[in-house]
């Protein structure tokens, strides 16, 4: 294990009416294989009406709650960074958990060109029975950040706001299995259909490019580069973009306007025309001949 003992991980569970769940989560959070003098555990409830706060408070001093009206998930996993008293910020969703040993082998990866690590996710249904598959690395709960560098890209709407650390090569994806992933109708960040799903993604990624595009004016600690910094501005633009057109075609309202204005941002962003881009264009040409779309 990294001997460097002076690094702190805050363990951050995201709560929001997820008391059914939450012993699970807690549990498995005071319960990892991770000396505990390295780790806290933070419980970020976001407001809810149900039986979390007695949950919680069974809890004693073994973890710490913060607790306000209901703000939204990106309110969340700002606070969390803002509230943190450790170095990494590890989130956990309240209705997943983590294997025992996620924090440890975390803990192995972290130093001082590493600011962000993600593992992969078992997906389990609603009881906790898992469903054979494994996926969702970079989802919420399997994404542990450095917390000065979380805050730099603040605000968010997602945990994506961690990504390009990644990018640059400042952060560390393991194959390993390390928690839990539920999926349930009532998923806390759950978008519904018709183009809104779509929609929100879009969103994500112009929040993301804009909050680049400030960092050029004052370079973070994490990158000194203007120019990679403007890449990575375009790369999430142009993400944002793509999901645009996506969201068009999914309505049936895509114009060929709007194709000229995806391909020019991924000629901006120096982007690779790819098999997705290619479908999005099949879509369209069977959306304006009148043609069945498959």
Known sequence: ?????????????????YGRYLHQAIDSCLNQSLDTSLYEVL?????????????????GNKIRVSRTKNQGFAKSIERALVEANGDYVAYLDADDWWHKDKLAKVYQELTDNILVVAHNLSDVNENGVEMGRIGACGNTSSVCVHRLAGLTLMPTTTEIFCQPLLDIGKGKILNDVLGYYRIHEKAMTDRTPNGKHTAFFANTNYVLANNLYSLKKNLPFWLDNEKIMDRLAKKYFSEGVIKDFERATELSNASFGAWFRMVGWILSAKRRFGKRELRLTVRLLLQKTGLKNR
């Open 1 to 17: 294990m990294n001997s460097r003992n002076d690094i702190k991980i805050t363990c951050a569970i995201l709560c929001y009416n």
């Open 43 to 59: 419980i970020i409830d976001d407001g809810s009406t149900d039986e979390t706060p007695n949950i919680c408070s069974s809890y």
